[in-house]
Structure formats: C-alpha cells, structure tokens
C-alpha cells in the first residue's frame, strides 16, 4: 500500500468513535482486525447520518477490497475521529480513504492509522453489480469532486 498520510485539513467527513473495552486484545492495545471495524462504522454511520433511509435503498454496498495502515497505538477508552474521503467513484463502486485519528482533550488530532475501503453496490437479489443510486451518489459526490482538484494539483506539482 503506497498512499499518502492523510492531511486533516483536507477531510471534509467526519465521524466520531469510543474505543470500547472489548475492542482491546491481551497486549492491551486494539487489535488490528478492530480498525476494520471502525472503517466500516464510520463510512456507515457518516452515510446514514447524511442519508436518512440508508437500510431501504435499492442495492446494497458490500465491502470488496480493505487495506490499512498502522501509525500509532489506540486504547480503552480513547476518543477517535475518523475522516472520511472519497477517493473514487465509479459506476458501481465507491473508494474511500478513511483515516483515524486519536481525538485529544483540546481537540487536537493524532494520526492512528488509514486506509482504503472499497464499497460495490450490487442488487440484493442476485448480489449482481449495479449503478450506485441517485440518492448515495448524492451524497459522495461533493466530498469527491474535492478529492479530484487535489489529486489534480499533486499531479500538476509531479509533471511540472
């Protein structure tokens, strides 16, 4: 995995979390299969806050390809946010680049880890790929028009 570390200043999604108890393994840290956890609960819980109805669309969106980048340690009862970006939208699959960050008492914010997390929508019968509805797209594509003019301009920084 070869992505960039995350600026904060360029995440326009947030989604706050509590690192639970039981989210600890015996080194007393979150165990790493835990981060795919929060990926998962963030993108979900961000589109169902923006998204009343989520659980009654047309498809559903089935998590196909993850990765995950540690930097530092999280722990019972730490406070995370995790920043959500759209790195790609397609017809029928979306990619987000999630990054958690350790949430401090001022506000400040620590890099814990980040990622990749791809969704494909697909018809619940058939569980066969389908367009991504209106309704989602709606949603995602602000935060991915965004990511396009900053990819834009680091890729006008490499070839210039």
């Not at 015996?26 to 989520?54: C, I, K, M, Q, T």
């Not at 990619?95 to 350790?102: C, S, V």
């Not at 401090?104 to 019968?125: I, S």
């Amino acid at each position: 995995m070869n992505l960039p570390q995350p600026d904060p200043a360029t995440i326009h999604a947030w989604y706050d979390l509590r690192v639970r108890l039981g989210d600890e393994d015996h080194y007393a840290h979150v165990n790493n299969a835990v981060y795919y956890e929060y990926f998962d609960s963030a993108v979900n819980g961000w589109l169902a806050e923006n998204l009343p109805g989520v659980r009654g669309l047309p498809a559903l969106s089935l998590v196909v390809a993850s990765s995950c980048r540690f930097v530092r340690e999280v722990r019972f009862p730490d406070r995370l946010r995790v920043g959500i970006a759209v790195e790609r939208l397609g017809r029928s699959s979306v990619t987000y680049r999630p990054a958690i960050f350790l949430l401090g008492a001022g506000e400040e914010l620590t890099l814990c880890a980040y990622g990749e997390f791809v969704h494909v929508y697909v018809d619940p019968e058939t569980r066969r790929p389908v367009p991504i509805p209106a309704e989602v797209r709606a949603v995602l594509e602000p935060s991915a028009a965004d990511d396009a003019e900053e990819l834009i301009a680091a890729a006008r920084k490499i070839f210039t």
